[in-house]
């Protein structure tokens, strides 16, 4: 059983009155945006997500690519529709799937206070895409499917796609931090230190008035109703198990996704994302990499978002074609033409 209701999308890009017709995505409306409700049997409660379908879904008959949007820190599914998704949409063939997490970095949490559980990474990998499958014309296979995100997000679509390459072609984040140093020093904080490290933030994740980006899900919608209350690990080897930087040398290069990453170069971040892109330098792991200027913000998101949409459907299409072109040798070339 699901809901469904309709977002009318007010944000986004004002059009220039010197536009005749549409170019890229200038000139077309934002696509709808669908608000679905579905029953998560992950995390045993319902849950939503949004659905972007490409112009022309309804008459075409044809499967379509899927890329998957994972919002902040603080933020919900609402995001991607504030950062132009529905107008870039115009230009590819492909849907999106914009999902929510709440505040739980996109884990499967090792403790639960309450006893509910808190299975938030099965429930994106297997829930909803599990739910886009079944209800939507779907390539319902890796190669038809992508995954990105912001900060939190960024962590979360890196993070579930190495852990599980066998679902993505194409993995990317904008603005993250992918190594799991804190979560392992986490494991030797007393209760007491990580109160005093967190005494702002923990307010912030107790509201119960706030609702961000006029999120209304019964249960779910207040910063605290979405801070799970636990452990999200309470050992070395689960850190081990979804750790990027172990992951990303452990999955055979043949069976890699590929990998996208940004980040402004004012952002608090930035030294976090050149760090992986260091080390996947290093270790001759092939990746898109991209910075500009701009900070932790939609201002920067809302420009780069673009980008890295055409490239993850660029890849999706590349591995649905399977195409591949023959190698040129420039001196073999040369030597032929000689003789």
């Known amino acids: 059983m699901c809901l469904i209701s309709l977002i009318a999308v ?17 000139g077309y409306d934002p696509l709808p945006v669908y608000d679905i409700a579905l029953f998560s049997e992950s995390l045993q409660r319902e849950m939503h ?11 075409s008959g044809l499967d379509y690519p899927v890329l998957y949007l994972c919002h902040g820190f603080t933020s919900n599914y609402h995001e991607f529709v504030h950062v132009g998704v529905p107008e870039y949409l115009n230009r590819f063939d492909m849907m999106v799937v914009m999902v929510d997490v709440g505040n739980s970095s996109y884990a499967n949490w090792a403790e639960s206070e309450n006893g509910k559980p808190l299975n938030f990474a099965d429930h994106v990998c297997k829930d909803v895409i599990g739910y886009v499958d079944k209800n939507y014309r779907t390539i319902a296979d890796r190669k038809g499917r992508a995954i990105n995100g912001i900060s939190m997000g960024a962590i979360g679509a890196i993070t579930m796609g190495l852990t599980y390459p066998h679902l993505f072609c194409s993995i990317g984040g904008h603005s993250g931090a992918y190594n799991m140093d804190r979560s392992r020093e986490a494991l030797n904080v007393t209760e007491e230190e990580k109160e005093k490290r967190n005494t702002s933030r923990g307010a912030v994740l107790e509201d119960t008035t706030m609702f961000y980006r006029d999120i209304n899900i019964e249960g779910f919608s207040t910063m605290k109703d979405r801070s799970p209350k636990g452990k999200i690990y309470t050992s070395e080897e689960q850190i081990d198990k979804v750790d990027p930087y172990l992951n990303v040398l452990r999955i055979p290069r043949d069976e890699l996704p590929h990998i996208y990453i940004d980040a402004g170069t004012e952002d608090f971040l930035y030294k976090p994302t050149k760090h992986f892109m260091d080390f996947l330098t290093e270790n001759k792991i092939p990746f898109v990499y991209g910075h500009s200027t701009g900070g932790h913000e939609e201002d920067y998101w809302g420009r780069e978002v673009s980008i890295s949409m055409a490239v993850q459907y660029a890849v999706m299409l590349r591995n649905i074609w399977g195409k591949e072109f023959k190698a040129y040798d420039a001196w073999e070339f040369m030597r032929d033409s000689n003789e």
């Open 10 to 26: 007010t944000a986004g890009f004002s059009q220039s009155d010197n536009v005749k017709g549409n170019l890229g995505h200038i």
């Open 49 to 59: 997500i949004n659905v972007v379908l490409p112009r022309g879904y309804e008459d």
